[in-house]
């Protein structure tokens, strides 16, 4: 939980209604209504404005948990960026299933998507939702409109420089996002005008430009550390450029895992340690976890919403168990484990000691709708760390770790092992680090032998389960879509069946073809 990112809030609401129109499909497109007459009048508005752009990847909307949404065409709830970034990437993997039957989300976990799929489109305007809100921060903070507003003074320039970083950075997290789910997509910047209909860039083209501006802002961003935790670091952009150079060669056809492994060394140098403490990374006190490099920031009292971890926690709840158990007032009987990713643990790995819930919960799924079909988990809990509850028993705290340090670890022996670069002694104490802190002892150390793609890939899956990397590393194995690797329910079939390749990628929404005659569908849809 973090308060201090969201103390600006406030005035953040009414600064929404300077971001133009990214989307052209008017459905779910954000509102727009551009002036800067008033708003800046009062230099708190820029920390204000900059404080909304992170929150579009808190909050659903401009007014608490429910009632002004960002996005229309869908249930508020339903449209929360996190939510749709988590589902996008574990429903339709090994690793998560969600028994609600709620139209088009039942084909997210089997894979079985249309290019009318509510849920798809909704994480596509929500990325470019995103993309609107700091484009307009940066058209409304260059130079020349700060000059002619003549009230901002030298300390002021000094945070809006910082704050132009971290805009930009926020896009390219989203522009991430964008390529990884969707493929080609529109290449939309500040220097756009606003209101045009955008050219269809390319997967490629948008990784080089993202290379670029993490690059180019590095120096500008915040210093990593407590003091601006829930913040764009020099880390956090280390760490970014690390996951696009892994998957560089999904992106653009050529490989770049040397300088995944360089960007990985870059983060691994930085001031964050691994958590002693396992646990603590997932409950409602994990800010102050030394391991979080980049959380989504959430506050039971200031950023509520029925999507983000809210939706997690409260989803993962049901059958025998006792929601005060893991901080919150009632279960949504909807998420459970897959057997596969389940199966993956030994029974001595303390990663799933207090994860999983098994009393009256079975390993296999006969029915997805039925939520005792299916281990449970408890991974992540509106509790802290010393047992108390969080803040509210509906909105948690609990912050969700996109980045954290573990995964750099786990990124410098995979490009280690598929490029070289390194050393294979450094790769190997890295992960038997993190198998150390797992085990509570050396039981769980691999020797050189062990350390392989495979086992990296099954090792990623243990530690990283349910926080938003699976599909991404599947795709990356080829193993995502095709049938060299099956799962409950992949393909629609209880024992899993083979899909087909274009589903790597998720279709471009059939209604902003309709409405942008410059943009054309992905092969296969």
Same mark, same amino acid.
């Given at each position: ?20 129109? &990214?989307?052209? @499909? ?6 727009? @209504? ?8 009062? +230099? ?8 909304? !752009?992170?929150?579009?990847? &808190? ?5 608490? &948990?429910?009632?002004?949404? #960002? ?20 429903? +339709? ?11 088009? %989300? ?18 596509? $305007? ?35 420089? *910082? ?16 390529? @990884? ?18 050219? *269809? ?10 290379? /670029? ?26 760490? %970014? ?23 990985? *060394? ?9 958590? +002693? ?21 959430? #506050? ?24 005060? /158990? ?99 002694? *450094?790769?190997? #104490? ?5 198998? !150390? ?13 062990? %350390? ?5 890939? #099954? ?41 087909? /390749?274009?589903?790597?990628? $998720? ?19």
């Amino acid at each position: 939980m973090n308060r201090r990112i969201h103390h600006a809030l406030a005035l953040g609401g009414a600064l929404l209604v300077l971001a133009a129109t &990214a989307c052209t @499909d008017l459905a779910l497109a954000p509102k727009s @209504d551009p002036t800067d007459v008033n708003v800046f009048g009062d +230099p708190g508005a820029y920390r204000a404005f900059i404080a909304r !752009v992170y929150a579009g990847l &808190a909050v659903s909307g401009q007014q608490g &948990a429910a009632g002004k949404p #960002d996005i229309q065409g869908i249930d508020e709830g339903f449209s929360q960026y996190l939510r749709l970034f988590w589902e996008h990437e574990e429903l +339709p993997t090994d690793e998560a299933i969600i028994g609600w039957g709620d139209l088009g %989300l039942p084909e997210m976990n089997t894979q079985n998507w249309a290019v009318n799929n509510t849920f798809v489109a909704a994480m596509y $305007y929500r990325v470019f939702f995103q993309v609107v809100m700091a484009n307009e921060f940066l058209r409304q903070t260059t130079d020349a409109k700060l000059d002619a507003r003549g009230n901002v003074g030298t300390a002021l320039r000094a945070d809006i420089k *910082q704050y132009r970083a971290e805009a930009r950075f926020l896009r390219a997290l989203s522009y991430w996002h964008g390529i @990884d789910f969707f493929g080609d997509i529109p290449l939309i910047t500040e220097a756009d005008l606003v209101g045009t209909l955008p050219q *269809q860039s390319t997967r490629a083209a948008i990784y080089d430009f993202l290379v /670029s501006e993490l690059n180019a802002i590095k120096a500008d961003l915040p210093a990593p550390g407590p003091a601006n935790y829930g913040r764009a670091t020099t880390t956090a952009a280390d760490m %970014l450029l690390a996951k696009l150079y892994l998957n560089a060669g999904v992106y653009t056809g050529t490989t770049h895992y040397a300088e995944a492994l360089t960007a990985a *060394q870059a983060v691994i140098a930085g001031p964050y340690t691994l958590d +002693p403490n396992f646990r603590r990374m997932f409950l409602a006190d994990n800010n102050t976890s030394p391991e979080i490099i980049f959380p989504v920031t959430q #506050d039971g009292l200031r950023t509520q919403t029925w999507g983000g971890m809210t939706f997690v926690i409260h989803a993962s709840c049901g059958g025998s168990m006792v929601a005060d /158990s893991t901080g919150i007032d009632g279960c949504w009987w909807g998420l459970r484990v897959r057997p596969e990713a389940y199966n993956r643990y030994a029974a001595t790995d303390g990663r799933a000691g207090g994860r999983f819930y098994t009393a009256g919960q079975s390993v296999a799924i006969n029915s997805v709708g039925t939520f005792t079909d299916g281990i449970a988990s408890q991974k992540f809990q509106n509790r802290t760390s010393t047992g108390g509850r969080g803040s509210h028993p509906t909105h948690v705290d609990t912050d969700f770790p996109m980045f954290r340090l573990a995964d750099a670890y786990l990124i410098y022996a995979e490009a280690f092992l598929r490029v070289g670069g390194g050393t294979q002694q *450094q790769a190997l #104490d890295y992960v038997n680090a993190l198998r !150390v802190r797992a085990y509570g002892d050396s039981s769980g150390v691999i020797a050189a032998p062990a %350390l392989t793609l495979d086992f990296i890939l #099954d090792e990623r899956g243990r530690e990283l389960l349910w926080e938003g990397h699976r599909r991404t590393d599947l795709v990356r194995y080829g193993r995502f879509t095709g049938g060299s690797y099956l799962w409950a329910w992949k393909g629609g079939a209880q024992a899993g069946t083979a899909t087909p /390749s274009h589903l790597d990628v $998720y279709p471009i929404p059939s209604n902003e073809l309709i409405a942008n005659p410059n943009l054309h569908q992905t092969t296969g849809y």
